[in-house]
């Protein structure tokens, strides 16, 4: 599986860590599966790790199309972090954050961990695996 959800509990964070080779159906699967696993926990805030991302082949026009859907949790204040460290993955995540402000206003994306634990303002936060669906 090219993702894996993990979250912590102690600050309501649902996070989802993305390796290897991502496509159109990988992204378009784990924006999915990621929507039902915030319905059904209600988080404060999501974070997105591109960390271990090795090929992002995902097309421009399917990052528009899904930053212009409705999100499955429509809370206005609910914090939205992407972590992009390449530079491929930061500018299609920046064009996703550009596409999607309306609907998400409060979505950040970010270089580092460092840098999307200090805008949510936790420090070490603890994840757990959660069950695959």
């Known amino acids: 599986m090219s993702y894996i959800f993990e979250s912590d509990s102690a600050h309501e964070i649902l996070r989802c860590r993305l390796s290897g080779r991502v496509t159109d159906d990988v992204f378009k699967d784990f924006i999915r599966a990621g929507s039902q696993y915030a319905v059904r926990m209600h988080p404060s805030a999501g974070v997105v790790d591109l960390s271990g991302v090795t090929s992002f082949d995902v097309s421009a026009r399917t990052i528009e199309d899904l930053?212009?859907?409705?999100?499955?949790?429509?809370?206005?204040?609910?914090?939205?972090?992407?972590?992009?460290?390449?530079?491929?993955?930061?500018?299609?995540?920046?064009?996703?954050?550009?596409?999607a402000e309306e609907l998400r206003p409060d979505i950040h994306v970010v270089h580092s961990e460092r840098e999307a634990w200090a805008i949510l303002a936790v420090q070490n936060p603890k994840f757990k695996p959660l069950a695959s669906e």
Request: no cysteine; glycine share 4%; charged share 25%.
């Open 67 to 99: 930053a212009k859907q409705p999100p499955a949790v429509s809370d206005p204040d609910l914090r939205r972090v992407v972590i992009a460290p390449s530079a491929e993955t930061f500018g299609m995540m920046r064009m996703f954050e550009i596409e």
